[in-house]
């Protein structure tokens, strides 16, 4: 009966169960789970043993540890295993007629060429994070986007601390993604300036929650404009605000 019912791959296993002396009434036993317990971390890791035998390899931990919006995360994390829609991915399950890329039509639209290689992509890291080159990463996968992320070069911005320097590239990365929807939805251009203001400015107002002793209001008395001593011309250089509140 047994050789009827399973696999014969199966039947050498069951039959060298060793029966018990003793009566004991049957229970469900999760192979998997040393324990014998079902648990959904047991059953994620036995599905991803037999689909994935190669897993994305990305620091996940740092990713839920990181010091930014929870939505970001999610945003991090779904580069990091590639499943965002880009065409390349699109393409894979569905007959897309174009594949190349909305902004520069040059190459197929990856996740490594939207986020690194596009000079859409390129303008908005060199404008956003701090004269950021995108060609210096030498980004060869989507692990290695949120290992820059997670661990980011030191000659980026070296008097920041390093956690706002992560926050500011994947704030990046988002806005990245945020002008390829726009472009590809409602066929705006890309406004490289309109897209760093964003950055800059959602940038600021999380520093102020995430370390609020860091951004402090300076008292009316300094806001206020005082003449330069004689003999002296004073030249007003005017940046935009939320730049000049960077670090």
Not at 161 to 188: C, K, P, Y
Request: proline share 9%.
């Amino acid at each position: 009966m047994i050789r009827e019912l399973f696999d014969p791959a199966d039947v050498p296993a069951i039959l060298s169960i060793p029966l018990p002396m003793r009566h004991k009434e049957d229970k469900s036993i999760w192979v998997p789970n040393a324990k014998g317990v079902f648990t959904v971390k047991s059953a994620y890791h036995s599905i991803t043993n037999k689909y994935l035998p190669n897993p994305p390899s990305a620091p996940w931990k740092k990713i839920w540890n990181l010091n930014a919006p929870e939505h970001l995360k999610m945003f991090l994390w779904r580069i990091g295993v590639n499943v965002l829609p880009t065409r390349e991915n699109l393409l894979k399950r569905f007959d897309v007629v174009d594949s190349s890329c909305v902004h520069c039509g040059a190459d197929p639209e990856s996740a490594i060429h939207v986020f690194f290689t596009c000079t859409v992509a390129r303008a908005l890291w060199h404008s956003a994070c701090w004269g950021f080159r995108a060609y210096e990463a030498h980004i060869q996968s989507s692990e290695d986007i949120i290992k820059l992320v997670l661990e980011p070069l030191t000659s980026i911005c070296p008097n920041s601390e390093s956690w706002r320097v992560s926050l500011n590239m994947a704030l990046t990365l988002d806005g990245i993604w945020n002008l390829h929807n726009q472009v590809l939805f409602h066929e705006d251009k890309a406004d490289i300036q309109a897209a760093t203001q964003q950055i800059q400015f959602r940038l600021v107002e999380f520093s102020r929650i995430a370390a609020p002793n860091t951004y402090t209001t300076p008292p009316p008395s300094l806001l206020s404009w005082t003449p330069p001593p004689f003999n002296c011309i004073e030249i007003k250089l005017t940046l935009h605000i939320l730049i000049s509140k960077l670090p």
